[in-house]
């Protein structure tokens, strides 16, 4: 697996949690999170799951 920079870990806490709605975040938005911090969008998904914010309405299933 890749290693991802704690303070890279800690700019994709900040934006999940901006992004997140009572404990949820949109698909959606968690690839945009990836994709604007050049990761791996499974990098974001674990972060998700470390604040226990879910993943909501994935087209791919990538976050079930």
Known sequence: GEVVME???S???D???KS???GHIT???ALAIARALSIDPRVV???C???QISVRSCSLG???
């Open 20 to 22: 997140s709605q009572e």
């Open 15 to 17: 934006e999940v949690l």
């Open 62 to 64: 990538l976050f079930d």
């Open 11 to 13: 700019r994709v806490r």
């Open 49 to 51: 799951d470390e604040l």
């Open 27 to 29: 698909c959606a938005a």
């Open 7 to 9: 303070e890279t870990l």
């Open 45 to 47: 998904g674990q972060v």
